[in-house]
């Protein structure tokens, strides 16, 4: 495998701006060939969808393409892929089209360990249906979540398991497939908050066992909006609301509006970005992500490895990123500076503050991961994280590892 990191990041126009980037998990930065799909889309005649006109086919072959990358990344079939403006808005939209399918005393099993875009929809579309909603735990002790915590969950009356496949607070991935077999052995569909979990691992839907996946572009070097994945008999069963003229054909029958054909030109360009990470790889798109993604996570492996090592070497740092498989994100917090969570999640604030005025940008928070950082004793302002990027390089952690070294002295 090569992964040449150099070349890479002269693709990263906003790199020249000098800032060292941790800040990958709320959304990357854009390498070249992405914009340029999208100004190119733009520039040529784009219509309404159909074959009469340049414009129209155009648009069409937008959203072909689109799909076809999608389905590549995902292992997944292009009749299964489904665009939206966001993950949180796609899991709003199927949250409320299963829910028509709940009767009262229904079970839906959310945990604490995810992003609230797959809690919150699916706790007020079970009371909108009278359905009860059951909590999966997690150890915040070590980070895990694992398939026996769900099935102590589960029930003959569970209807949905909503679970994440990555954490985006703390990079814990808990065995999906094992848990999408206990939700399917209880007669329950699965559905995978995949948003974190696509920027840094392979995607093969089958494997998983996940019947509704959700990831979004712009968390792996492609544009803002959202996109679902599902098997298309599945697709077929659920009828969501829709305007009388709009078709009622999968998938488009979940796409309400006009799709930003522009940022789907973009989502295939960096689908094919991602592809060509292992320079060396020959084959087919989807041949050529396995050999990229396993370039992409050796780098990364080999950046979190100078993380954690530095990191261990800092007085005062407590990392809550404990997870035996996990994705190369940490969230800290400053034990020196107090044992109250509130000033200690202030401290790691002051923390992100003093890093930015340093041209390193490790933002802080919950992230929308809020019954995580509750569960890990940090209220609702969590801590500071790092999340490595594909065009993340040494000099990036040495950078961060020196801020922060110089931010616990002063």
Known sequence: MTYDIAALRSQFPALSAGTAHFDGPGGTQTPQPVIRAIAEALAQPLSNRGQGTPGERNAESIVTKARQALADLLGAQPTGIVFGRSATQLTYDFSRALAKTW??????????????ANIRPWIQAAAQAGATVRWADFDPATGELTADDVRAVLSPRTRLVAVTAASNLIGTRPPIAEISGLARDAGALTYVDGVHYTAHTLVDLERLGADFFVCSPYKFLGPHHGVLAARPELLETLRPDKLLPSTDAVPERFELGTLPYEFLAGTEAAVEFLAGLDTDATGTRRQRLASAFAALEA??????????KGLSSLQ??????????????LLLTFEGRSAVASVASAASVEAYRFLAERGVHAPSGSFYAIEASRRLGLGDTGGLRIGLAPYNNTEDIERLLEGLSEFLTV
């Open 103 to 116: 009767s009262p005393g229904d079970e839906v099993v959310v945990t604490r360990l995810d992003h609230d």
């Open 316 to 329: 005062g740092v407590l990392v809550h990123s404990r997870a035996v498989d996990r994705t190369p994100t």
């Open 299 to 308: 780098h990364e492996q080999a950046l979190r490895t100078q993380l954690d």
